[in-house]
């Protein structure tokens, strides 16, 4: 059996790899999408499609998932709602259950028949990228939110710089 995860990873943390590690328990195989691929370099969305496959691949590499239970594969958001399912089915190998805390993740799913579970938050408080980005901006610690490899990923690409130079930016522009 094939399941599928699919999150905007901005950044790849902790709880990311939890519920990873927990889908493994349950099938072979999982399929990694990283949603809204299109964006990056805004406040919510600082990181490339490229630079978030970067971060999971080391970080799955890191707490030793081999490479032949997981697919990672980027896919842009649409317009159509309705069509997303389709769009996923298009990019993706076959699939059978879904895991997604998202409620419009869900839904759009679940009325496509798929079996859809929600897994369990883990320490989601401080494990959520809204978390890692804002204390990034703030200067506090944030390194112990996320696995190793990918303070590295960040800091190979200048990331704090880059989250810095943008909420300049926003507010010029607000
Ligand atoms: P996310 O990175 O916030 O979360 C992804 C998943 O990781 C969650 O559903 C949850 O299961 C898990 N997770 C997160 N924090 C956790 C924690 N602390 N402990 C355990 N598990 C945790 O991503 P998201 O916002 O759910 O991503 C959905 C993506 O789907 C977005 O890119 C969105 O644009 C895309 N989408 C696109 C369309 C469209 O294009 N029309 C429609 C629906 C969704």
Request: proline share 6%; with cysteine; hydrophobic share 40%.
């Amino acid at each position: 059996m094939r399941g599928l995860l699919v999150g905007r990873m901005q950044p790849v943390h902790k709880g990311h790899l939890q519920v990873i590690r927990r889908i493994l328990k349950e099938v072979e195989e999982v399929i990694i999408v990283v949603g809204s691929a299109q964006l990056s370099h805004t406040l919510k969305d600082p990181f490339t499609a490229g630079e978030r496959v970067m971060m999971l691949t080391k970080a799955l590499a890191e707490n030793g998932i081999p490479p032949s239970r997981y697919y990672i594969i980027p896919v842009q958001d649409i317009e159509c709602n309705s069509l997303w399912v389709a769009h996923i089915e298009m990019l993706t190998p076959p699939f059978e259950h879904v895991y997604s805390g998202n409620p419009l993740v869900q839904r759009l799913f679940i009325e496509k028949g798929y079996l859809v579970t929600e897994p369990p938050l883990f320490n989601r408080k401080v494990c959520s990228g809204t978390e890692v980005r804002r204390r990034i901006l703030t200067g506090e610690k944030w390194e112990k939110l996320v696995p190793e490899l990918v303070v590295e990923v960040i800091n190979e690409i200048d990331g704090i710089s880059r989250i810095n130079h943008l909420a300049k930016k926003e507010v010029s522009e607000s």
